[in-house]
């Protein structure tokens, strides 16, 4: 346990030498905080100080020469030695440089949230009433003469007194719990369990639908287990019936945070590499131990992981750490197995479903150096750890690993400055690279490694396109469609089926008056979610029952939008009436992935429909079709970047099939047959992809071409908001030139989230400095009215 410490009023005041600290501070301006210390402070070190009438948490950053400065002290210091190794530090000053935030928003994103320590929290004393440690007597004797007690107040008392840094200490040894005033989201949930009550029954005499359900509940492999893991196969009004007979039970019980998704047991497969997984680790090694970016493009199923693993182990076995980066929804339990297998006792994970106190485990894990790989999802760019050899980005080209708050990085970018400033070796990986990464690569700055094939002469799979427009009656799925379903279900192999839309229906009109039934918040179609018999919006999240007759004109016959997973599960359900088929979307629950993933693997489930959820890192050798039921969805965004996530999309989920001796199948629907997105993903043809979207980026400027930046403006207030644009229009720009271009001020695709109406000003700059320079030019001169908040992005994913 760490030592604690106990201030002691100085006996001789006058003498005291005094230091000088510039403190960080997560607020969204950009100023310095300056404070005094008697006592020596570490930097990255973290500290309480007063502001305004307040405390604050900061993060001592650096010492200020001792003139005559007047500063209010630090009230109390929580570290003997940093929390944030100094190499973050650097990265938290280039990133507010970079992203144009503040130190200290960068140096908060880094630390979990256990360490953040709250100012308002309030003690109870749960401990032992014997032998207490010295240290915490004070605290002890307070929680006696009341049950919970404000750590402010305490400290208001006892001004001398290290309040919070005893009572953290304390709350590590168990001797009191600390009750935030901010609830955290990761609160333990009720969620409702099914469980047999052993009741003797025949079954026989159970009416159908009670038997299918019974059915599934018998075969489950524990009891109690959660209903939502079966509710999408099942009515719920069949296991009521079941409830009623006393058959089995229902109960809400509390839910552990899922943890650590391991599945132990399948251990490490044999695997011998194929010569170009050879000639890969052989080529990426040359540079073994010094910082050069490495892009590594291979297929879908090309055996990318496999070259990591060995890469890795090579790091490890030599000392060093190595920080594995995946996109939150790949970091399966499939993949969590295979790095486990390999590298068990050395292996920490980070990732979102971990609970406060979870994470923080492992973040400790890594900083004493217990783990020195750690697998994580964005974020794990900021794990501490010391000796970085290796960085690896899989899946580079993700979306994900974008921000979409302050600080608003991107991780693949981080890591690259990561390895750079500590001499590391980085990989980024993908079977369909970024252009970003791709351009790096083709002009030398970046070193390019090719996994053209599969493994042991697995095939890519055979593509069918299908072209919707030539059908008389479109249909959500095709008959060719439907007979290649039905041929793999007489064969008992697995089908995935795929759309990108949740919900059933993506609008609801009134057919007699035209009335489009829209969200108050952001004027934009709501969606129709049938399970719950919901309009939803999928922007800001409001939702009411659907209406039985309409609005505006009392009509109650009503047209639907495009279909969603809800709807194609539907038609499905007509189509197949005995296929088990389990849909997976944001909609359904989260420890559903866990179960799917078994229960795919074990062959229980036939068709598994979703949206881009289950596009990524799935590997079930069952599969040997793949629909994608309307390619076209993503392809219509209005964004610069609809192509290429149209064709990453498609190639990713084609990627699915075929990952054994089967042959696999892939079945695309389109309105957009010749479109090249769709043609080369068809084809998994990446290489010629780039070279037609590289044309469409040069020609308008967009990146890798140009960088980008973007300032989004939002206002309650629509006249005050087009009056400020006005005035940004006018004098606040900076001029243009051919290296820098300005789009707007203009409304936003989505001119309205949320009540917020939504202008955007749109910067496209030849170099970083250039772009950073024009934001700056802005950012110096132009001041919006109150009432008007600004995002700023550099690099956005999306312009919408
Ligand atoms: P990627 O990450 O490129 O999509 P994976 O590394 O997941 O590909 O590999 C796809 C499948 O091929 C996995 O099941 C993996 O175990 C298998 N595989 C990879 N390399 C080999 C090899 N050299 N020999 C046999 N199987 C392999
Ligand atoms: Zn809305």
């Not at 993506?506 to 039934?517: A, D, P, T």
């Not at 110096?780 to 919408?800: C, Y």
């Amino acid at each position: 346990m760490r030592k604690l410490y106990i201030d002691k009023k100085p006996a001789f005041r006058c003498l005291q030498f005094m230091y000088y600290y510039k403190v960080c501070l997560p607020l969204g301006i950009d100023k310095d905080f300056s404070y005094s210390s008697s006592q020596r402070i570490a930097f990255g070190a973290r500290v309480l100080v007063p502001l305004r009438a307040k405390l604050m948490l900061g993060i001592c950053m650096e010492e200020l020469k001792a003139e005559n400065y007047r500063y209010k002290s630090v009230v109390e210091v929580l570290d003997e030695a940093a929390v944030l190794p100094e190499e973050l530090l650097e990265m938290a000053k280039w990133m507010a440089w970079y992203y144009h935030c503040s130190v200290g928003k960068a140096l908060f994103a880094m630390l979990p949230s256990r360490l953040q320590c709250d100012v308002d929290a309030e003690a109870s004393w749960i401990g032992t009433d014997r032998d207490i440690p010295q240290d915490y007597l004070i605290l002890y004797e307070a929680l006696q003469k009341q049950d919970k007690l404000k750590l402010s107040e305490l400290k208001q008392s006892r001004p001398d007194y290290p309040v919070y840094r005893i009572a953290e200490a304390a709350q590590s040894a168990g001797y009191i719990t600390l009750a935030h005033r901010i609830k955290h989201r990761d609160k333990p949930r009720k969620k409702n369990f099914i469980e047999t009550t052993g009741l003797d029954f025949e079954e026989n005499d159970l009416p159908l639908r009670q038997r299918e359900a019974w059915e599934l509940i018998k075969t489950q492999p524990e009891s109690p287990f959660l209903m939502a893991d079966i509710s999408s196969l099942i009515s719920y009004s069949a296991l009521k019936g079941l409830v009623k007979k006393g058959i089995i039970r229902i109960f809400p019980k509390e839910v552990q945070n899922s943890g650590l998704l391991r599945e132990k047991g399948s251990g490490a497969k044999d695997i011998t590499l194929t010569d170009e997984q050879n000639q890969a680790v052989k080529e990426i090694l040359e540079d073994y131990g010094k910082y050069r970016v490495h892009l590594l493009y291979g297929i879908t199923g090309s055996g990318k992981t496999e070259v990591y693993i060995e890469i890795i182990r090579k790091y490890l076995e030599a000392g060093s750490s190595v920080i594995f980066l995946i996109p939150e929804i790949a970091l399966t339990p499939q993949m969590l197995d295979r790095f486990d297998s390999h590298f068990g006792e050395n292996l920490a994970v980070m990732h979102s479903q971990l609970t406060e106190n979870q994470r923080f485990a492992e973040w400790q894990k890594i900083k004493s150096g217990d783990c020195r790989l750690v697998i994580g999802a964005r974020s794990a760019v900021f794990a501490p750890m010391q000796n970085l050899g290796l960085i690896i980005v899989d899946e580079e080209h993700e979306s994900s690993y974008k921000q979409d708050n302050v600080p608003r990085y991107n991780g693949r970018d981080l890591a690259v400055l990561r390895a750079q400033k500590s001499g590391a070796q980085i990989i980024l990986g993908s079977a369909t690279p970024s252009l970003e990464s791709w351009h790096n690569a083709q002009s030398g700055k970046y070193r390019l490694h090719r996994l053209k094939k599969r493994p042991m002469n697995y095939t890519l799979p055979k593509v069918r396109l299908i072209n919707l427009c030539d059908m008389q009656n479109p249909e959500l799925i095709s008959d060719e469609l439907a007979g290649a379903i039905a041929e793999r279900l007489e064969r008992k192999e697995q089908v995935i089926l795929f759309q990108n839309r949740r919900g059933y229906s993506s609008f609801v009109q009134c057919l007699k008056c035209g009335k489009l039934i829209t969200c108050p918040n952001c004027e934009i179609s709501m969606y129709y979610h049938r399970d719950r018999e919901e309009m939803q919006c999928h922007y800001c999240g409001h939702f009411y029952p659907i209406p039985r007759r309409c609005p505006s004109c009392n009509g109650f016959s009503f047209s639907y939008g495009s279909p969603g997973t809800q709807k194609v599960e539907q038609t499905l359900k007509m189509l197949f009436p005995s296929a088990k088929l389990l849909r997976m979307d944001s909609d359904s629950s989260r420890s559903n992935l866990k179960s799917m993933y078994q229960r795919m693997k074990r062959q229980e489930i036939d068709i598994l429909l979703g949206t881009q959820m289950i596009s990524k890192g799935l590997d079930f050798p069952g599969v040997t079709l793949v629909g994608i039921i309307n390619a076209d969805i993503s392809l219509n965004i209005p964004d610069f970047r609809a192509s290429e996530r149209s064709f990453q999309l498609i190639t990713q989920v084609a990627g699915r099939s075929g990952r054994a001796e089967k042959t696999g199948e892939v079945i695309i629907q389109t309105y957009n047959p010749e479109h090249y997105s769709i043609q080369c993903a068809s084809r998994q043809d990446f290489e010629s992809f780039a070279l037609e979207e590289m044309d469409y980026r040069k020609r308008l400027n967009y990146p890798p071409a140009f960088r980008l930046a973007r300032l989004l403006y939002q206002g309650i207030d629509l006249g005050e908001l087009v009056q400020e644009m006005d005035r940004l229009k006018r004098t606040f720009l900076p001029p243009e030139s051919d290296d820098l271009i300005i789009l707007g001020p203009s409304p936003a695709p989505f001119a309205k989230i949320n009540q917020l109406f939504r202008y955007h000003v749109i910067l496209k700059a030849r170099t970083t400095s250039q772009i950073r320079e024009a934001v700056a030019y802005i950012e110096k001169g132009f001041q919006a009215q109150k009432g008007i908040s600004k995002q700023i992005d550099i690099d956005p994913m999306m312009l919408m």
